[in-house]
Every structure is written in structure tokens, then in C-alpha cells.
């Protein structure tokens, strides 16, 4: 086992929690996150292996699926494998694994950060943040959006319980912005 | 001071008093008044000047269509120039300033300019100060300047925030009248996601402001009742103090909601104001009617003001602007007021009434057929003339004129997409057309509806087919429904200093000499006059002009043609549009994995597109950046240095065709890359035009990882995927950026291999026989963890580049520094990574301009003709390869210690200076300490057989003009032995 | 008539009985010398110069809408020379000089007002292109200084300075670029060109060309056919729609830029400023609105409208750079046509057709250019070689590759 | 603006980045006779309406798919929305 320290997106050695009145937002980096891409002809072999692999029919356009491991739809025949991380840290490998060659893989779990929103309020937060009409979001939609111009994913966990994706360099201004917006609808 | 105009009645608190103040005075008043009602109430008619002629003025209206009641809101960094006293919300301890005027409101200097009106037509200044020519700026200009401009900035940072958010219904309601009640009552009874937006801090629109009843009780009674019910529904937002300022495509609306604007200060955290984006389904506009003015002589002092505001000060907020009014009007409703104004206990001067058959009234006397000829009062409205129906005349005494010259509806968001209005006769008005922004629809006074029953009824209606509710329409409470009954009355003949854009001054004899000069279209007398331009946008002056226009043309208002109004539909703050997109966070900040690292090592950060990049890493005992940028230039050459490259794009490139996708891409060719090799790869634009370089490196048949310049990364992904979906759509290739996903390091130096060694696991052979240079390949470092290993070299020098998740970026480059310890290792910053590419003569973004082939950029031969790659065909062009073309080389001064200057352009080394004799330019320089010298790399005409030819590098806009002498671009190693070590 | 402060006074005290129309609404004869479609900016001082320098009297300028009603009415008012190529800078500087001179030229005073532009520099990279900019402007004739960020600063203290995500490095500046009454420039031009016999022709609207084996020999319009020797074309964002009834492709897109002004101020702003790191310049008018603009909305669009986000994303830059103005507000936006071609620069051209002229792909240049451009085209319809300073402004450079690319971004013109 | 995508439903269109006339899906071939002539014609001439436009939108807020919209360019009123890929493989694109 290497012995190289893993620091959190924000720079932390711990996760960093804010709450503003009912609503948390919790940075959540223990998570492995794996890209598939289905290959020319191979999409029904990739959906199989999919679904397998998270033990769930593979999600549709704009949903999420499965557990402990997820998949989200990311694009045409495209998906993310979301995972603990400590039971998988090299969870590209896993996939590549399952998939073979009717799939393309690639490790994403360093590219995002993600931040977890729970309670009462949240969507008033979130109507601060992204274009998403996340009232009528359910429990299982997932869908990517622009975040003060940054590209993020928004997955609805349960009703008042939403995590946000964003891009990992740009943490630090992403989670400005929640807490802004936490701020100023709480 | 006593609120001695203060009525009975009335939507205002009395039992709360709060205190403000108007030109450093202090006043009383209460919870529920605006500015405009507290100063009323507290007997202050003048409120401001004109644009133009300062000519003092109060205030005309009680609503957002205030043209002359501007004030200098709040003091400090929160003053806010130009805020219609009508809509600010009264608050404790509430600061206002007249503004435009000096030294004062009551004595303004610049009044002089009224005297000299008939100097300062309408376009005069088109016709004069052009001699002499240099006067302009110097004497003119500036003194037209300092007159010209309302209120004035803080020039402070604003230091509130403000916020942007999304909301989403089936329908939006714009106007809280009887009409937009209505419609919310009926849409959401129904179920529908409904949000009723309204700009005043009460609902109810005009039921606020009238007394007849509904349902035989109090209009405001079933406004409480109706929002109570409203409230109630979950499906219901309720959004007061909210402005829709615009209709924009596909059903998209902006709307200003002032959550702050009316506190005495924000609760921290909180915004002063919040822009929503409302994607409605449908939209119903119940924005009701304007009531418009008469012109005539002197039409504009503080006093005059349009009828149904005196009603509106009267009934809501219990005031009136003097104890003795007078009315002129030209239809029923101007009786209206006065009614309630009498049973407000105000004396009644008279009604004047432009129409012979008027009805009269028991009440006060009512003068048939009569007109106002001229009104008197300096700073305030004394007495007006009425010339009777049998020509003779007679003064009213009266402190308060109100004036009714009919209604327009408030068509402003239909013409939000070029609508353009319909004419109305029967109301001489314009109403909506038929080209309204598809998924609007228009109910209630604001579609010339004019009676309470008919907006009700129109409301409902409009909900219901908006939505397409079937079943019976929800029962109307009961309401007056008085027809429409007046004769369309413009203007009061012969009159001349008559105003019709009271903020800018432009009165009748403008829009007639407009006519005389021939500038007849409305756009012209609207350019021409400025009649309409004002912060008001024409909403009490527009109708007027026109119609004088076509009186004068010999056509008919609609023939004459109408202005159409653009958005938003009242002014809204800069801040505003911007929300938290302001300060640093103006763009999202990009941090590398070691960026809490190299602040600790006192990094110098550097912005590079949203990245921030370490530039240099100074040491306490320098005081120069470029003794730093030099140690770790020289130390890395000597050593070894290490550089974070995190910010170089990566897009995963994998599938059957990979190879050969690349080989549409890029310009030279990659079918052939072996497994386990890198090569350097040029991208070109479908122009034949250079767009990028990097590295492809194939970690396997169907596995490559693309590297893109920083600044190209996002502009190359979008291509690669254009190319892919759109012009080789069964091309078996999948991509995704994988960026961030990799914390990158460049260690470069002779040392690099001995320093890695320490960190690359055992088992992976990383000596010049294992891993020779452009090899790479999965490896894994310090026990176990995944990386990836490219030999690739910026430098020059024997180098590597190795990455890990980007979690562990941050320890990683801690390990290098402390095991390269025994190597003396330096971790080095952009502007070393600079300064040894230039050495080495690598092309980069200032090469790399947008401009430049492969062919300049001396790779000309990189460019594969047996193949199909993009930009490959049209890189053929003449104009691309002509004779004596740009090519890229090296610049060095003659005498040493001589600078070279970016930028600077190169001349022959005798001959003139000029753009004709231009030979090219310099694109990239820096000090060298491998050479100790300043060098360059630049464009030269034909340069690839000009070596060694001394010319003179020019920069006239730094003043300096220096001997350089033309050298190969690649100053160190340029047999690349260092490299391959 | 002549105009002059004595011609105001003299009229101010005898009624202003004596101002007559500006220029005649004649009826189009059946044939002119010469025809220029479009009565914007350019088209007019086409006329002006074609009439006063060239003596072609035998001229008509027809219009659609109202002549000025289109570009010229709805821009950001900025003339500047501060370009880069050899192929825009001579004639950009051409074209400042002739603003320098336009008030006594056409006795009209459009306020031309040289109170200076900046353009902001944010980075080193940005500093090297400027520096090789201001040089290519010095060494075409024009002016250009080169500042540092202290110089910026004492010239406009209240930028941001303190928290700036850009950091403010220092600017190019031209001191002899500035503003002009835009409105006033068409009517300026429109009643010189009148004065000189031009048939100013409005409410005329193009409906095709009468071609006879290659030979143009008039227009059809709305008010009938007009036989002319020469036809003209100068109608910027319509110049697709046009030129397509004569059967030709342009190497041009037609796309929607914004502009905004504010409520009137004191004043503010000395000169013109530009942004380096956002999209954002501005100026301030004389009867002190914030005038101000930003980025296309990069779309195709002829509907002289735009939407919200490009709104925001031009008062996000005027907050990033000057946070003064954060309580100003926005009082107007609207939107034009812009002629945006495949290198970012214009046409004055022949076309395929003998007797057919062609003038436009100005994409959001086209105000400052308004002289020149109407010199040049009337020096290229008077006699059929181009002015030395547009020589480049040709269409086959996109079939040769002698491109002028200012901002080196391709053949993509919503990146101009 | 909002886009209608295919996949996604209605987006704004902040979230996409345009390109241009959709003609750009046709690149001609570049061993024909004519290509040189074909290439500039493909790069540089554009038909321009002003009213109903083929054009290529990139969803880089999105799932990264390039779409061709049918947009009215005097009215801004969306009439169709199409997967660029399958638009491409109709016009008989392939490898």
C-alpha cells in the first residue's frame, strides 16, 4: 500500500461542513467515480455489463440507478460509475474489468468534487444556483447543469437531499457559491 | 414638521411613525407611504429640476412612470442617483437629495437656462460649436457635460450583494390588479404552477387606489381576501416588489425581485435585490393602463400632475399635494377624482372639462368646454387660466392641478420582440397588436379593458385559456362597469412652451420644429427631440409627441407610426444584472493540486485563463523576480527542477479508431505510434491555420491521452468532438476530458531520472533503455499508487512528466522536493517554463496566435499530404505559401546587455522605418542564463535564409530601438543530446 | 442653408421661422449615374463624397426604413484607429482623420469628441500583443502609448484595483480615438449629400436586381425600377439578404450585438474604456448615460434582439472592472445587425457582376469605419480601382488565403 | 433561448455553444478534383437567411452532444432539434 496523503478538493486533510439554518452542505471526497463509454455497435453488451456491475437496470436519460454502487447518465451511451471510495479506490479498473472491449473507461474520480445538500430549504438554495427545476426533481433524476458557469452534475438522492458535482479545480469557487446562496435564501 | 396635507383614510400605519429626511430637512411618516407621499403629506411639492432647462419640478404621477420626481437615494457608497420618489418604499431613517440643481433645489443656478430657451431649440447644438475646430473638447464639450447628467455616483464599490436565480411555472401573471388577482385565482384554484408578480410592495394595482366597491364591500377588502386565498395555495408564488423587465425568447422573463430596497439596512448575507429568470409555459400581462397628460402652456409645474395620482395620494395613502385642486380633463374618469378628492373634504377649484356635454355635479362646479390656458407658480403651482367655452378667461385658485387626458395601456412587454401595438378608437390609445412574443397574452386595462368588471372577467378568461382549463369560469365578484366616455385632447392650440417629455424638456414647439426641419418619422423626432429617451422611456410622453406629429404631417396617429418599447421596462441597477459574478469571483478560480503546497513555499501566483499557475518561487533573499526565475532556470538545467503542468488539457482518446482519429486531427500522422510511445502532434484549423499543439501518448491499441495546451483545452475538446459526431459519426472513438482528474509534474534535468527513481516502484525500468525518450506507460509510485509516466521534455533537458490522481498531487510534489533534497532540486513556475521553451525554441500561445501555419512555424513538412486531416487542403492556399512567408526564428541582441522586447517589430538594419519596410516581428522573449543573454523568438519574413543577418529590432510605443542578429530558434541543445540522455 | 452659432441666434430671435428640412424627400428619377442601396452610415457618406469629393451629382441613396435607422442609430458611438494588420491600420487611420475633419466637412456637428480609448491589459502575454499592436500603429502613422498599471490608475482611480479576479497590468492607449453622436453622423452626411444634389430616397425598399448577361443595370424597388450605371451596396447586416438576390454567397453571417445605455449621470468617464479580461467597454454621453456594450450573442439573427444571458454577462464584466457602477442603472437595451465576416474584416469589392459593388462585413467595426468606408467605396464606384488604403479588402482573399485575421480566430464569425 | 434537445428536453441555451451553418457536416472530399475550390467554398461561403436556418449547437453545459437546430433568424422560433451524429450518418457520413 503506498503511503501518499490524499488531500480533500477544498485543500483539507477532513471533508469541510457547513450548515445554514436546516440545510447542510457537506464536501464528500470519499467517493470513486469511473466514465463508460459504449463502443460502435457494442451499446446493449455495455448496458449488460452495466447494469451488472451496479445490479440495477442501467439508468435511463436523466436518471441514476443501483447501489452501494450508482450509475448516472451522463451522454448518448454514456455513464459515470459512482463508488465508495474505500472499497474501490480503483474503480476504473473494476469497471474496465466488466466491460472488456464493448466499452471505453476512464478514471474520473479526481476530476469532481462533490458537495452533499440536505434539508429543509434546499430548494430555495438551489433555485440561487442552477436552471434545473429541481422541485420537480425525484428521488433517482440526475442531470448535469452550469453552476456560476461551471459544468456540474445534480443528483437527486431523496426528497430534500440533492449532491452536486463539480469540477475538482474549481472547488474552492463552487462552494463559495453554495454557501453564498445558502446564506441568502436561508 | 406636521404632515399637514395628511387625509383620513387610507392603506398607512398611524400607529407607527417613522422619521426621514429630504435635503438634510427631517420629516414624519408612516409605514405604508412612499417618499412621493410622505413629502406630499408633509406640504414639499418641488422635488427636482428638468434635464434641460432646470425648470422645478414635483411630482407628476404615483407610480414607475415618474419622469420628474428623481432623487439622490441613501448617501455614501449606497446613494442611488435617479430614484423616482413614487416607488421607494418608506423606511426609519430614509436619506434623499434633490439632485441636478446648484446650490440648491429652491435656487439653481442653471435655471438660467429657461431664459435662454429659445436659444436651446430641440437640435440646436447640431448647428453650432464647430468653430473653431479644436474648441470643441476644450470648451464646448466639457461645458455641456457638466450641465447635462441627472444624479450623480458615489464613484464608491457598491458594496451590497445581489443575487441571480432560476424559477419555473405554467403561468406568470405580470400585475396584481383586478385582472392578475383574477387570472391567479382562476389558475391556481385550478392547480397550475402559478407565480403573480407585481413591482409595488401592495398588491391590488388600481383597487388600491379606488373607492367603489366590490361585491358591495370594499375594492381592498377582497384584494386581502383574494391574497389571503392565494397565499394559502402551495402552488401559488406571490412576488411583490418584483418587476418583469422584459419578455425574452421562448418564454424566458426577467424579473427584478427589490428584497432589500425598502429595509433600513440588509441582514448580512442577504441580497438588495435578486434577478430571476422565469421560464413561464404561458404569461398573462395584467399590467393595466397609464394615465396620460394634456399639454399645455407651462404645463409643468410642481402642483400639475396627472388626475388619477392626486386620487391615488387621496385614497391609498391618505394626502393630496394642496387643500385647493382644480382638474382638466377630457373624460369621465378626471370626475372620478374629483369626486373622491371632495369626499376627502379638498375644495374643488373647478373641473375643467374640454367637453361641452361633461356632466356636472352638485359638488363643485364644473367649467363645460373650457381649456387651461397657462398656469403660474414659481416653485409651485398658484393659479391656472381657463379660457371658457365663450372665450372669455378666469383664474382658479388652486395649489394642485390634475390633469386626465385619457388612459394607455401598459402594452410595453408585448413589444419586447418587435410586436409593434394596434390602434384603438374608441380609447385613442394604442393596445396590444396582433405580433405579441409567442406564449403571451394580454387581460384587463393593459388589452384596453378598461372598467373593473371587464379586467376582472379578462383576467379569468386569460387564465383559462392560457392553460386551456375547461369547465365553468370561477364566479366575478360584483363591480362597476362604466363604459369608456371621453374625446381624444392632445394639446391646448397655441400653445408653444408646453411640455411633453417633462425630464428632458421637450415641449410642443420641438416636436414642431422637428416637423419644419423634416425629421416627420418617429424614429427622427425621437432622435432629433430626445422626446421619449428619458428614464421614464416615454410612458407619460410618447402619445402625445405622435400625436402633435400627425396633427402636423396631415395623418393619423397610427399612419404616423409608434414607437415600440424596448426592455427593461423600468431601469434596473448594473449590479443588478450581474449578481455574485463580481470581485474575484467574476470567473470560477481553477487550483492545481499543489496550489496549498506552493503558498506555503511563498509562491507568486500567476492568472492563466481560470487557472491560477505558480509563476516563480521566491526566496526570502531576493528582492528581484528575476533572480528567482533565474535560479530555477539554472538549477533545473544543472540538476533538476520540478514544474506543475496540472493545467495542460487531457482528453482520453480510446476505441478501435483512435489512431486514425487522430490522424484526422492532427497534421502528421499517428497511425503508426507504437503502444508505449508519445508523439508531438500539430492541430490545424479547417483554414490551414495552427490551433494547438501537444502530446498524443498510445497506452494502448485503442488507448490514447491527448494533451492540449492550457489556454486550448476547452476550444480542442469541442473540435475533437465536432469531428468526431458530425463528420465521422462510425468512427469507433470515445472522449472524455480526464484534466482534473490527473495532478501532472514536469521533472526536468539531468537529475530528473535519479530523482524519479527514488519513486517509481522498483519493478518499472525507467533507464534510458527501458524507458527512452517519448516512451510512456501505467506505472505506479511510492508503494503501490497508480500513475503515469511520459518522457517528454518543454526544457529541453532530459526530463519526464509523471501523473497521479489529483487527491495526491499535493503529497507527491512534497516527496519529489524531499527526495530530490540530495539533488539540490527546485521547483520552478511558469516564467522559468517560459524562459527554457524559448531556449529551447518550443512554439507556444504567443507563437501559436491564430495567424500562423506549419509553415511558418518552421514544421511545414509535418503536414501529412497522404492523408485526410483537417486543414490539411486548405493550408495549400498561394496566400499561405508565398516566397518570402513569416518564419519562425531566434533573436539575438548584437550588443549584449541590450533587451529584446516582445512586441517590438523588425526592420532591415539601414533603410526607413516604417510599416511598408516592416520584415516581421518578435513574439516571445526573455533573459537567458544558460546564455546569459536576452533572446527571442519572432516571425521574419523568409527567415528560414536569414540567419545570422543583423537587423534593428523597433518599438516605438516603449521607445526602443535595438541591433539583434537573427539565429537559429533553438538556442540551447539544438541537436537535442540533453534530451535523449 | 448654412449652419453656424450666428445662423441660431439670428433664427432664435425671429421664431425659427427659417430652418428649412435637413435634405428633400424626392421622387427616384427613372435612372442615376449611380445607386447606392442603403441609407445607413456608410451609404450616405458614400454619397457625400461620391457628390462632394468625386462630383457624381447624379446619385440616389435608397433606403427601406428611415435613413439612419439601422447600425448607425444603434451603436456604442466609439471611433478608434488602434488596429493591428497592415490591411485594417492604414485604413482605419484614414478613416480617424476623416472624423477629425467631418463637422467643417459637412457642416454638421456630429461632436466628434477625442477624449480617448483604453484598452485594458491583464496579462504579460496581453502585453506582448499590445505592445506589438501600438507599434504597428505607430509605424502606420497613427498614436499609441503604452501604460503601465499606475499610469491606468491615476487616470481612472475609481477601476478596480483592490479585488480585481484580473488584475488590472497596464493598457494600450490612443488618445486621439474617441465618440460621436451617432444619430448626427447619418444626418450630417445625409444632408451634405443632399445639398450636393444627391436624390435621398426613403421608404424604397429593394426587391431585386435586373441583371442582363452579367451586367447590372438598376434595381426593382418597391417604388418601381431605378436604372443606374453603377449599383451599390451598402446594407451591413442585410448584406446576405441582399447581395442573394443577385445570386451571390457572401463569406458573411448576419449575428445580433447588444448595446445598453444607463440613466443619465454627472460625469463619470472621461474616455472610452475597454476590458481586457471580460467582455465589456464604455463610454460615458454627453447628456451622461453610461453607454456600453459587450460580445455578439453569437447566434445568426436578423431580429434586431438579443437575450438575458448576454445581458448579464456584460454587466458582470462592468461590475468586475468598475464596481462604482453597481447602483447605475441600465435604462435601454436593444439590439443590431451585424455583417460579420470569415476573418473579421470587411469587403469593398467588386462582385462577378460588372456594374455591381459590394461594401460590408464591418461585424461591429462598422461606426468607426462610417468615412473612410464611404470614401473608399465612392473612390472604388468613381473610378473602379480601390483606394490604396482598402486594397486588401477583397473577396477572393478567402480563396488565396491572404486572410486578415485581427483576432486569429478562423473562419468562425461569431469568434470576430 | 431554449433549446429543445432530443435527449434532454428543454435547456437554456447558456448552456451551449454555437458554431454555425449546419452546411459545416458536409466537408467535401479531399482527394476530389475540386477540393481546394470545394474546401473554401465549405469553409467560407455561407447562405445567411433571414428566416429559417440549419445550424450546429454544442452542449458543453449538457452531455456534450452537437446538435442541429432548424431556428427561424427573424423570429428566433426553434422548428426542429436533431442529434448531429444521426444527422451526419442520414447525409451518408461515415468513417
Given at each position: ?186 | ?688 491555420i495552427a490551433m494547438d499543439d501537444g502530446t498524443a501518448a498510445r497506452l494502448a491499441e485503442d488507448h490514447f491521452v491527448v494533451t492540449t495546451t492550457t489556454a486550448n483545452a476547452v476550444k480542442v475538446y469541442q473540435h475533437m468532438e465536432f469531428v468526431r459526431q458530425c463528420l465521422f459519426p462510425d468512427m469507433d472513438v470515445q472522449l472524455i476530458s480526464t484534466t482534473e482528474a490527473w495532478a501532472q509534474y514536469a521533472v526536468a534535468g539531468p537529475n530528473s531520472r535519479k530523482l524519479l527513481q527514488k519513486i517509481v516502484d522498483p519493478e518499472f525500468d525507467i533507464s534510458n533503455e527501458g524507458f527512452p525518450f517519448m516512451a510512456c506507460g501505467n506505472i505506479t509510485v511510492c508503494g503501490g499508487l497508480r500513475a503515469r509516466l511520459f518522457r517528454i521534455s518543454f526544457s529541453g533537458e532530459l526530463a519526464f512528466e509523471i501523473a497521479v490522481p489529483s487527491r495526491y498531487g499535493d503529497a507527491l510534489m512534497r516527496r519529489l522536493m524531499q527526495e530530490g533534497e540530495e539533488f539540490d532540486v527546485v521547483p520552478y513556475g511558469t ?151 | ?416 | ?95
Open positions: 500500500m503506498h503511503d501518499l496523503v490524499a488531500i480533500t478538493a477544498l485543500g483539507g486533510t477532513e471533508p469541510k461542513i457547513d450548515r445554514v439554518g436546516s440545510v447542510t452542505c457537506t464536501e464528500t471526497p470519499g467517493v470513486a467515480l469511473a466514465s463508460v463509454a459504449a463502443r460502435q455497435g457494442r451499446e446493449d453488451k455495455t448496458r449488460n455489463a452495466v447494469s451488472q456491475l451496479i445490479g440495477a437496470e442501467t439508468p435511463a436519460v436523466g436518471k441514476f440507478t443501483g447501489g452501494p454502487i450508482i450509475a448516472f447518465w451522463t451522454g448518448p451511451d454514456q455513464w459515470m460509475i459512482e463508488a465508495p471510495f474505500e472499497t474501490h479506490e480503483d474503480l476504473a479498473h473494476l469497471v474496465k474489468e466488466n466491460t472488456g472491449d464493448t466499452a471505453s473507461v476512464s478514471e474520473q474520480t479526481d476530476a469532481w468534487v462533490r458537495f452533499d445538500l440536505d434539508g429543509e430549504g434546499v430548494l430555495a438554495v438551489l433555485e440561487l444556483l442552477s436552471s434545473l427545476d429541481c422541485r420537480k426533481m425525484a428521488a433517482g433524476a440526475a442531470s448535469r447543469t452550469s453552476i456560476h458557469h461551471l459544468g456540474c452534475f445534480v443528483l437527486c438522492r431523496a426528497s430534500g437531499s440533492f449532491s452536486v458535482y463539480g469540477p475538482r479545480s474549481s472547488a474552492g469557487s463552487l462552494h463559495h457559491a453554495i454557501v453564498a446562496a445558502m446564506k441568502s435564501a436561508l | 414638521m406636521t404632515q399637514d396635507n395628511r387625509l383620513s383614510g387610507g392603506q398607512i400605519d398611524r400607529t407607527k411613525t417613522l422619521n426621514f429626511k429630504f435635503d438634510n430637512r427631517s420629516y414624519s411618516a408612516h409605514p405604508g407611504d412612499t417618499l412621493a407621499s410622505a413629502l406630499l403629506a408633509n406640504g414639499v411639492r418641488l422635488m427636482g429640476r428638468s434635464f434641460k432647462y432646470h425648470r422645478p419640478r414635483g411630482v407628476l404621477t404615483a407610480g414607475s412612470e415618474e419622469p420628474n420626481a428623481l432623487v439622490e437615494l441613501r448617501t455614501g457608497n449606497r446613494q442611488e442617483p435617479n430614484t423616482r420618489v413614487t416607488t421607494v418604499e418608506m423606511f426609519e431613517g430614509l436619506e434623499a437629495h434633490s439632485q441636478n440643481r446648484w446650490p440648491s433645489l429652491k435656487f439653481d443656478a442653471l435655471a438660467i437656462n429657461d431664459r435662454f430657451s429659445t436659444f436651446l431649440t430641440a437640435g440646436f447644438y447640431y448647428k453650432t460649436f464647430m468653430w473653431p475646430a479644436a474648441f470643441w473638447e476644450k470648451l464646448y464639450e466639457p461645458m455641456i457635460r457638466r450641465a447635462a447628467g441627472l444624479g450623480s455616483l458615489s464613484m464608491q464599490e457598491d458594496p451590497d450583494e445581489y443575487d441571480k436565480g432560476f424559477r419555473h411555472c405554467d403561468l406568470l401573471i405580470i400585475g396584481a390588479g383586478p385582472a392578475g388577482l383574477m387570472a391567479a385565482l382562476t389558475a391556481g384554484r385550478a392547480g397550475s404552477e402559478v407565480i403573480l408578480a407585481d413591482e409595488d410592495f401592495a398588491l391590488g394595482g388600481r383597487l388600491n387606489s379606488e373607492t367603489f366597491s366590490l361585491n358591495d364591500g370594499d375594492a381592498t377588502e377582497w384584494v386581502k381576501q383574494s391574497v389571503a386565498e392565494l397565499s394559502a395555495m402551495p402552488n401559488v408564488r406571490l412576488m411583490p416588489r418584483t418587476t418583469v423587465i422584459g419578455a425574452f425568447d421562448h418564454g424566458i422573463y426577467g424579473a427584478v425581485e427589490r428584497t432589500g430596497d425598502h429595509l433600513a439596512s440588509l441582514p448580512s448575507g442577504k441580497p438588495r435585490q435578486i434577478l430571476w429568470r422565469i421560464y413561464a409555459k404561458r404569461a398573462l400581462l395584467c399590467a393595466g393602463a397609464t394615465e396620460r397628460p394634456i399639454a399645455f402652456e407651462n404645463n409643468d409645474r410642481p402642483g400639475i400632475m396627472l388626475a388619477s395620482a392626486l386620487r391615488t395620494y387621496a385614497n391609498r395613502f391618505a394626502t393630496t399635494a394642496a387643500q385647493r385642486v382644480a382638474i382638466f380633463t377630457n373624460n369621465d374618469d378626471g370626475h372620478r377624482t374629483a369626486a373622491d378628492l371632495h369626499a376627502k373634504g379638498i375644495r374643488i377649484a373647478a373641473v375643467v372639462d374640454v367637453r361641452d356635454d361633461a356632466p356636472t355635479s352638485h359638488d363643485y362646479e364644473v367649467l363645460r368646454g373650457a381649456q387651461v390656458r397657462d398656469t403660474k407658480g414659481r416653485l409651485g403651482l398658484t393659479f391656472v387660466e381657463v379660457e371658457l367655452a365663450d372665450g372669455s378667461s378666469r383664474t382658479l385658485d388652486c395649489g394642485a392641478l390634475g390633469v386626465s387626458g385619457g388612459w394607455n395601456p401598459n402594452v410595453h412587454l408585448t413589444c419586447h420582440q418587435r410586436g409593434r401595438p394596434a390602434w384603438n378608437d374608441d380609447l385613442a390609445a394604442f393596445v396590444p397588436g396582433a405580433d405579441l412574443p409567442p406564449g403571451l397574452s394580454v387581460a384587463g386595462a393593459a388589452n384596453g379593458v378598461m372598467s373593473t368588471h371587464g379586467a376582472l372577467q379578462s383576467g379569468a378568461e386569460g387564465a383559462a385559456q392560457a392553460l386551456g382549463l375547461k369547465g365553468p369560469l370561477p364566479d366575478l365578484p360584483k363591480a362597476e362597469d362604466t363604459p369608456i366616455s371621453q374625446t381624444p385632447f392632445w394639446y391646448v392650440q397655441g400653445c408653444s412652451r408646453a411640455w411633453l417629455d417633462q425630464q428632458n424638456d421637450v415641449t410642443v414647439k420641438d416636436v414642431k420644429l422637428s416637423h419644419q426641419e423634416g425629421f416627420r418619422s418617429v424614429e427622427h423626432l425621437k432622435r432629433y427631440t430626445t422626446l421619449g429617451m428619458a428614464t421614464d422611456q416615454g410612458k407619460t410622453s410618447n402619445m402625445g409627441g405622435l400625436a402633435i406629429m400627425a396633427e402636423l404631417a396631415g395623418k393619423s396617429i397610427p399612419e404616423t407610426g409608434t414607437t415600440i418599447f424596448r426592455p427593461p421596462y423600468t431601469p434596473v441597477p448594473i449590479a443588478t444584472f450581474a449578481g455574485r459574478m463580481k470581485g474575484k469571483e467574476f470567473h470560477p478560480t481553477r487550483l492545481t493540486p499543489s496550489h496549498y503546497w506552493a503558498k506555503e513555499r511563498g509562491a507568486v501566483f500567476v492568472e492563466v485563463g481560470n487557472w491560477l499557475r505558480a509563476q516563480w518561487f521566491p526566496l526570502p533573499s531576493e528582492t528581484h523576480w528575476r533572480e528567482s526565475v533565474d535560479r530555477e532556470v539554472r538549477q533545473t538545467r544543472a540538476s533538476v527542477g520540478v514544474c506543475d503542468c496540472t493545467t495542460l488539457g487531457k482528453i482520453d482518446v480510446q476505441g478501435a479508431d483512435a489512431a486514425d482519429f487522430l490522424n484526422r486531427v492532427y497534421c502528421n500522422g499517428f497511425a503508426k505510434l507504437a503502444v508505449g510511445k508519445t508523439r508531438y502532434g500539430l492541430m490545424l484549423r479547417e483554414d490551414g516564467e522559468a517554463l517560459g524562459v527554457m521553451r524559448i531556449e529551447k525554441g518550443h512554439a507556444a500561445g504567443n507563437e501559436l496566435n491564430g495567424t500562423t501555419t506549419a509553415l511558418n512555424l518552421g514544421m511545414g513538412r509535418m503536414v501529412s499530404k497522404n492523408k485526410d486531416s483537417i486543414g490539411s487542403i486548405l493550408s495549400e492556399r498561394e496566400g499561405l505559401n508565398e516566397p518570402g512567408a513569416l518564419m519562425m526564428v531566434g533573436i539575438k541582441p548584437v550588443n549584449a546587455g541590450d533587451k529584446v522586447t516582445a512586441g517590438g517589430h523588425l526592420m532591415d538594419a539601414t533603410g526607413p522605418v516604417d510599416a511598408a519596410h516592416d520584415q516581421g516581428y518578435v513574439t516571445s522573449a526573455a533573459f537567458s542564463p544558460s546564455l546569459d543573454s536576452h533572446i527571442g523568438l519572432g516571425f521574419l519574413k523568409n527567415g528560414g535564409t536569414r540567419q545570422g543577418e543583423k537587423m534593428r529590432l523597433v518599438s516605438p510605443v516603449t521607445d526602443l530601438t535595438v541591433e539583434v542578429e537573427i539565429v537559429s530558434a533553438h538556442f540551447v541543445d539544438p541537436e537535442g543530446e540533453r534530451l535523449r540522455a | 442653408m448654412r449652419y453656424s452659432g450666428f445662423k441660431v441666434i439670428k433664427e432664435a430671435l425671429t421664431g425659427h421661422k427659417g430652418w428649412t428640412p435637413a435634405w428633400r424627400e424626392p421622387e427616384p428619377k427613372p435612372h442615376y449615374d449611380i445607386v447606392i442601396i442603403g441609407g445607413g452610415g456608410h451609404g450616405l457618406s458614400t454619397a457625400h463624397y461620391l457628390s462632394k469629393v468625386f462630383g457624381l451629382r447624379n446619385v440616389a441613396v435608397i433606403e427601406k426604413g428611415w435613413i439612419g435607422g439601422g447600425n448607425v442609430g444603434r451603436n456604442t458611438t466609439i471611433i478608434r484607429s488602434n488596429y493591428l494588420l497592415d490591411g485594417n491600420e492604414p485604413f482605419y487611420e484614414f478613416s480617424l482623420k476623416l472624423w477629425e475633419g467631418l463637422e467643417q466637412d459637412v457642416n454638421y456637428n456630429a461632436m466628434v469628441s477625442q477624449r480617448g480609448i483604453i484598452n485594458l491589459i491583464h496579462t504579460d502575454a496581453q502585453r506582448d500583443a499590445f505592445t506589438r499592436r501600438g507599434n504597428a500603429m505607430i509605424l502606420n502613422g497613427a498614436d499609441a502609448e503604452l501604460l503601465d498599471a499606475e499610469q491606468v490608475r491615476k487616470e481612472y482611480p475609481f477601476l478596480n484595483f483592490n479585488d480585481a479576479r484580473f488584475p488590472i497590468k497596464g493598457g494600450l492607449a490612443q488618445r486621439r480615438g474617441g465618440t460621436v453622436r451617432h444619430d448626427a453622423v447619418a444626418w450630417g452626411y445625409a444632408r451634405s449629400a443632399d445639398s450636393h444634389g444627391v436624390d435621398i430616397i426613403q421608404n424604397c425598399e429593394v426587391t431585386g436586381f435586373r441583371i442582363e448577361n452579367g451586367k447590372c443595370l438598376g434595381v426593382e424597388t418597391s417604388k418601381g425600377f431605378i436604372g443606374a450605371g453603377k449599383v451599390g451596396c451598402a446594407v451591413a447586416g442585410n448584406s446576405g439578404r441582399v447581395m442573394g438576390m443577385a445570386g451571390m454567397r457572401l463569406p458573411i453571417e448576419s449575428h445580433v450585438l447588444q448595446a445598453f445605455v444607463s440613466e443619465g449621470l454627472k460625469p463619470v468617464l472621461p474616455g472610452v474604456i475597454t476590458f481586457g479580461a471580460g467582455h465589456f467597454y464604455v463610454s460615458q454621453s454627453d447628456k451622461g448615460g453610461l453607454v456600453f456594450g459587450g460580445d455578439i450573442d453569437g447566434y445568426n439573427s436578423y431580429a434586431q434582439r438579443g437575450n438575458l444571458p448576454v445581458v448579464e454577462d456584460v454587466c458582470e464584466g462592468g461590475m468586475a472592472l468598475m464596481p462604482m457602477i453597481g447602483r447605475a442603472r441600465l435604462l435601454r437595451m436593444w439590439g443590431g445587425i451585424m455583417d460579420m465576416s470569415m476573418d473579421g474584416s470587411p469587403i469593398i469589392d467588386r462582385t462577378g457582376i460588372d456594374g455591381l459593388y459590394f461594401n460590408g462585413g464591418w461585424c461591429y467595426g462598422g461606426f468607426k469605419a462610417t468615412p473612410a468606408s464611404g470614401f473608399c467605396f465612392a473612390h472604388l464606384l468613381a473610378k473602379d480601382e480601390p483606394h490604396p488604403t482598402a486594397t486588401a479588402y477583397r473577396f477572393d482573399r478567402f480563396r488565396t488565403g491572404r486572410m486578415i485575421d485581427e483576432k486569429g480566430m478562423g473562419n468562425q464569425p461569431n469568434l470576430h | 433561448m431554449i433549446i429543445h434537445h432530443p435527449l434532454l428536453g428543454p435547456r437554456d441555451s447558456s448552456e451551449f455553444v454555437y458554431l454555425g451553418d449546419a452546411s459545416l457536416i458536409n466537408r467535401p472530399d479531399w482527394q476530389a478534383e475540386d477540393a481546394t475550390e470545394a474546401f473554401y467554398d465549405y469553409a467560407y461561403l455561407r447562405d445567411n437567411p433571414a428566416g429559417e436556418h440549419r445550424e450546429l449547437w454544442f452542449h458543453e453545459g449538457g452531455d456534450r452532444s452537437w446538435l442541429v437546430v432548424t431556428r427561424n433568424t427573424a423570429t428566433h422560433e426553434i422548428s426542429k432539434v436533431e442529434l448531429a451524429r444521426d444527422v451526419a450518418r442520414a447525409q451518408g457520413r461515415s468513417k
